[in-house]
């Protein structure tokens, strides 16, 4: 499965987000997603094995708990793909960042009434 499919469902992109703020026992990802989503652990399940398979997510056993996290690996890929059009809106953060800047500096130099918004 491609990696922007496995990204389109929202389900898969939840899982990732939980994952990624910590490691997490199938147990607790069925918990919440389920309560999310309204759907059973058997489809829960099936999500993990999709990003697990696709390089989105590793398993670890703990005893009797399967313990997920986030793999970067599949992050990896989508980031390069998404890196070939960097530089279409990279120029143009640059240059919205130096008219943020601009904009700081001229009301900071701007005289008093004009910056409290009172006229003189």
Do not use: C
Not at 24 to 29: D, F, P, T
Not at 30 to 39: D, K, M, R, S
Not at 64 to 89: C, E, H, P
């Amino acid at each position: 499965m491609h990696a922007f499919e496995v990204l389109a469902d929202p389900v898969r992109r939840r899982i990732l987000e939980l994952l990624g703020l910590k490691e997490m026992a199938s147990g607790e990802v069925v918990e919440a997603i389920g309560a999310e989503f309204g759907i059973t652990q058997a489809a829960v399940s099936q999500h993990l094995r999709v990003l697990r398979e696709s390089g989105f997510a590793t398993v670890r056993a703990e005893a009797q708990r399967r313990l997920y996290s986030v793999d970067v690996a599949g992050l990896q890929a989508v980031d390069a793909w998404i890196g070939q059009f960097r530089n279409f809106w990279e120029p143009k953060l640059d240059a919205l960042a130096t008219e943020i800047a601009r904009g700081k500096r001229e009301r900071r130099n701007a005289p008093l009434t004009k910056r409290s918004g009172k006229r003189a």
